[in-house]
Nanobody
Framework: QVQLVESGGGLVQPGGSLRLSCAAS????????MGWFRQAPGKEREFVAA????????YYADSVKGRFTISRDNAKSTVYLQMNSLKPEDTAVYYC??????????????????WGQGTQVTVSS
């Protein structure tokens, strides 16, 4: 089992920044590729960003490319999501997730086995 705990959400004005963290425990962190997803009220959960086990490969949803950065610190068993130039449409509950195996297809929520409880991000003036 892997336990994931997100933190860092909150209320921010449009154009502002937030940094989300997701701390993992229970199994060796380097066994897993990590992803961030988000879900707005009334909408399906959508992919935001993913990073492979070493941190050497990342990819992003088009809607956040150039504004968000995913990174990981394997010594701290933590994955981060730096969010800049935030927009009201970024408002959602943000979830981190972990998966083993291949890194391909990491934009699909169904391939991730472990999920955190989520942290709310609200972008509003």
């Amino acid at each position: 089992q892997v336990q994931l705990v997100e933190s860092g959400g909150g209320l921010v004005q449009p154009g502002g920044s937030l940094r989300l963290s997701c701390a993992a425990s229970g199994r060796p962190f380097t066994n897993y590729h990590m992803g961030w997803f988000r879900q707005a009220p009334g909408k399906e959960r959508e992919f935001v960003a993913a990073i492979n086990w070493s941190g050497g490969s990342t990819y992003y949803a088009d809607s956040v490319k150039g504004r968000f950065t995913i990174s990981r610190d394997n010594a701290k068993s933590t994955v981060y999501l730096q969010m800049n130039s935030l927009k009201p449409e970024d408002t959602a509950v943000y979830y981190c997730a972990a998966r083993g195996g291949s890194f391909s297809g990491s934009h699909y929520p169904s391939v991730f086995r472990y999920w955190g409880q989520g942290t709310q991000v609200t972008v509003s003036s």
